[in-house]
């Protein structure tokens, strides 16, 4: 069964960091890029992060640059969203996905992600 499972969500002061998690079962991450997407209330979801594999292609979205790091443990299947200075405009459902690494270029849009989690919970609040 394939699926992508996020955790490390939860309640968080401005600037302040967070640590998400993206499980992958089912099939073998190193053939995937990892994109990080997330969705604030009343607003379409947008993708903020993505990264082929350790050391190669990433992208990020402005909002997210010099804040948020993405990394994958392909011998863990997981891979990892590192945010910091965290601000309430952050606050959102945080979704990974996966896409496959024949096709990525570093894109960000969701309509060539394969896989998706659940998604997480991320509330920056004082």
């Known amino acids: 069964q394939v699926e992508l499972v996020e955790s490390g969500g939860g309640l968080v002061q401005p600037g302040g960091s967070l640590s998400l998690s993206c499980v992958a079962s089912?099939?073998?991450?190193?053939?995937?890029?990892i994109g990080w997407f997330r969705q604030a209330p009343g607003k379409e979801r947008e993708g903020i992060i993505c990264?082929?594999?350790?050391?190669?292609?990433?992208n990020y979205a402005d909002s997210v640059r010099g804040r948020f790091t993405i990394s994958k443990d392909n011998a863990k299947n997981m891979a990892y969203l590192q945010m910091n200075d965290l601000k309430p405009d952050d606050t959102a459902v945080y979704y990974c996905?996966?896409?496959?690494?024949?096709?990525?270029?570093?894109?960000?849009?969701?309509?060539?992600?394969?896989?998706w989690g659940q998604g997480t919970q991320v509330t920056v609040s004082s």
């Open positions: 990264l082929g594999n350790n050391g190669g292609m990433t």
């Open positions: 089912g099939f073998p991450l190193e053939y995937y890029g």
């Open positions: 996905a996966a896409i496959p690494l024949s096709i990525f270029l570093g894109q960000l849009d969701e309509n060539e992600y394969t896989f």
